[in-house]
């Protein structure tokens, strides 16, 4: 599952019409996506026909009930594949009302991780703002998806989120792969031309090749609640979000490839222990910390296989569950190969391992008589 958090601090630059219409594209793809409304205007629940002002639940009651109410108990069914967790103008509470609670910037990612087998996709419709709602977008997701209309206002606001996502990755050890895509664009006027060299010198290879033009008949499909895709197949916008959706789908197959390392990495129980393994070909040194070692980092224990660039360490274990970390260059870090995290009482990610009594070839051959 992917989680892509939709941000910028500029409103107008396309964060909505991006979150409706890759979702739907996406969907259109037969994947399973979830897009949470998380802006108090509810534009992307309203751009998606949905009456906010009959609903009896919305994303801020999952904030409000903090574990009781899950983002399943108050999703709305758009289309095939395509569900919708919205908002309301109540949501613009949820500041005020998290403002001392421990965990606050981690409401959302609590309650995705409830979900997370559930979708190939789920996406964040983050308010302009650099609030607690969108921190939590930011703590929840795995990627940024970064829109910059063609104006000096979208790219000062890029930094000042830029410096958001620093701290969290210094904060909570949280790695976020960002993305800039060009929305809005005018080719006819040379300020655009400038502004999305800007971009590319700024972004290098982390810019989408695909740019969103500005174009009449997104903001016509938005008032009719479609998407792009459904109002008007044929048109500027489709072909947009449609080459958007496609770039995103061929990331899978880099995904792919690394989930398939993936399945030779993470924690593996043997007759021997515990094998962890970390794979960083730019890595000098890594070490590995955990609840069992006291989070001391544990020495000399990680040993480098250059031929493949992976550190390998096996450790002893008794039947249990234990959370753990990788210490990179100094860095600390979730294990990328493994699915199990959990939030530390400090907020913090840590990657979780569960030991059995028998290692997992053992009791195979014990159940098969093999």
């Known amino acids: 599952m992917r989680t892509i958090a939709i941000v910028n601090q500029k409103g107008g630059c396309g964060k909505t019409t991006t979150a409706i219409n890759l979702s739907a594209c996406?969907?259109?793809q037969g994947r399973k996506v979830l897009l949470i409304d998380l802006d108090p205007q509810s534009h992307a629940s309203i751009g998606l026909n949905v009456n906010v002002e009959e609903l009896d639940k919305s994303v801020y009651d999952v904030f409000k009930a903090t574990g009781s109410l899950g983002l399943e108990d108050v999703s709305v069914t758009v289309d095939r594949c395509f569900d919708l967790v919205p908002a309301q103008i109540i949501l613009s509470a949820v500041e005020q009302e998290l403002s001392g609670k421990a965990g606050r910037e981690s409401v959302l990612l609590r309650s995705i991780q409830d979900i997370k087998r559930e979708y190939d996709y789920i996406i964040i419709d983050s308010p302009p703002s650099l609030g607690m709602l969108t921190v939590n977008a930011l703590r929840a997701c795995t990627e940024a998806l970064i829109p910059i209309d063609m104006s000096v206002f979208s790219l000062q606001g890029v930094a000042r989120l830029m410096g958001i996502i620093n701290v969290l990755k210094e904060t909570y050890g949280h790695q976020i792969r960002c993305k800039a895509?060009?929305?809005?664009?005018?080719?006819?006027?040379?300020?655009?031309?400038?502004?999305?060299?800007?971009?590319?010198?700024?972004?290098?290879?982390?810019?989408y090749e695909t740019i969103i033009h500005r174009t009449v008949k997104l903001k016509e499909s938005a008032g009719f609640g479609l998407p792009i895709i459904n109002y008007k197949s044929r048109c500027r916008g489709a072909e947009d979000y449609s080459g958007l959706a496609a770039e995103v789908l061929a990331e899978e197959k880099r995904l792919r490839k690394t989930k398939g390392l993936s399945t030779q990495l993470g924690p593996r129980q043997t007759k021997d222990g515990v094998v962890f393994s970390y794979y960083d070909p730019l890595a000098k040194d890594v070490q590995l910390a955990g609840d069992f070692s006291g989070w001391k980092p544990m020495g000399q224990l990680m040993v480098h296989k250059k031929?493949?660039?992976?550190?390998?360490?096996?450790?002893?274990?008794?039947?249990?569950?234990?959370?753990?970390k990788f210490i990179v260059d100094g860095e600390w870090k979730v294990d990328p190969c493994n699915s199990d995290v959990t939030i530390s009482e400090h907020g913090t990610n840590n990657s979780t391992v569960k030991v059995s009594s028998k290692p997992l070839i053992a009791m195979l051959k014990t159940l098969t008589g093999i």
């Open 26 to 28: 996406l969907a259109l």
């Open 181 to 207: 895509l060009a929305t809005i664009w005018n080719a006819r006027t040379t300020f655009g031309k400038e502004v999305l060299y800007n971009i590319e010198e700024h972004f290098g290879d982390a810019v």
């Open 307 to 324: 031929n493949n660039h992976v550190w390998i360490g096996t450790v002893s274990l008794n039947p249990g569950t234990y959370q753990y």
